[in-house]
């Protein structure tokens, strides 16, 4: 079996192909390293059946030989990145997800999209089902990540009923743990960052806005799950264990036993109040619910944020 994975150098793209090999699947990992890292692939590099292919998918995506399944991850995923690169996010959302589409189609490979929380944008329904259409407001400096993979979600469903590509649709809800950006800017890696080298801890707003974190190997046991599923229509993949991030700044200036202060800063726009997923589809579908505890995923990601910010 081969998969295709786009974006395969960033966080969750490099330890969606470690999982693969493991399980004796051929890897083609397709990255033009824009958000993506090197570092991820120094040892996954080394595995047989690894190949990987420098590119970017708003290009066309030209690959010799069979592909079972292709995952498409490619896109910068975190606020810090797709503001400073909003064209680049729109058309990693759309030409990219085109292209990726078309390698499948061209292959007769199942395909994924890795869509996203966002899609529900700044929620009046919570927790936040699948047929919710949310609550985004398109002309807004986050409207590029939100609508670039809401169109992704669109061209993906035209392209099953229209040309009946098998396909699947995960929206994946805040997921942290190792090979995460130490810069990356989203809570967990900020505030760990922050906390370890002693800095203030940064909270937006009043720290009362909620998220719902899942560790990175829940996320991949999830999307293996899916792929393997005959589910077409669009599937939750996060922890429902919902908390402000107010909470979570204190329990990682607890986790690293930390000095660090907390300030606050203002809230930027349209961050979403509430996040949490209503998991039912993929519990009644897939028989998936997160196993790694929140504290125990911070434990271990903390662990690695500790020797990494020393390298």
Request: proline content about 6%.
């Amino acid at each position: 079996m081969r998969a295709l994975v786009t974006g395969g150098a960033g966080f969750i793209g490099s330890n969606l192909c470690e999982f693969l090999l493991s399980q004796g699947w051929d890897v083609v990992c397709m990255d033009d390293f824009v958000t993506g890292s090197r570092d991820n692939l120094a040892v996954i590099g080394l595995r047989r059946g690894f190949t990987l292919v420098e590119h970017d998918v708003t290009e066309y995506i030209r690959l010799d030989g069979d592909l079972d399944w292709v995952l498409h991850f490619a896109s910068p995923a975190s606020p810090l990145d797709y503001l400073e690169l909003p064209i680049q996010t729109l058309k990693v959302g759309a030409l990219g997800t085109h292209n990726a589409l078309g390698v499948a189609k061209a292959k007769g490979a199942r395909f994924l999209l890795a869509s996203t929380s966002e899609v529900y944008g700044d929620p009046l329904v919570h927790p936040q089902p699948e047929d919710y259409w949310g609550h985004v407001n398109p002309v807004g400096p986050r409207g590029v990540y939100d609508e670039a993979k809401r169109f992704g979600e669109a061209i993906t469903m035209a392209y099953h009923r229209y040309h009946g590509i098998d396909t699947r649709i995960v929206r994946i809800f805040n997921t942290f743990g190792p090979r995460m950006r130490l810069n990356d800017g989203r809570a967990i890696p900020a505030f760990m960052s922050q906390a370890l080298t002693g800095a203030p801890i940064t909270v937006f707003g009043d720290g009362g806005q909620t998220r719902s974190f899942q560790y990175i190997t829940d996320l991949v046991d999830g999307l293996w799950r899916l792929m393997q599923a005959p589910v077409n229509d669009p599937v939750n993949i996060g922890n429902p264990q919902e908390m402000t991030l107010l909470e979570l700044a204190k329990r990682i200036i607890r986790l690293t036993g930390s000095r660090s202060e907390i300030v606050f800063r203002p809230l930027p726009v349209d961050d979403p109040k509430v996040r949490q997923p209503d998991i039912g589809r993929a519990r009644s579908l897939l028989g998936w619910e997160p196993r790694v505890g929140t504290d125990e995923g911070l434990r271990l990601t903390v662990d690695w944020f500790r020797e990494n910010l020393r390298s």
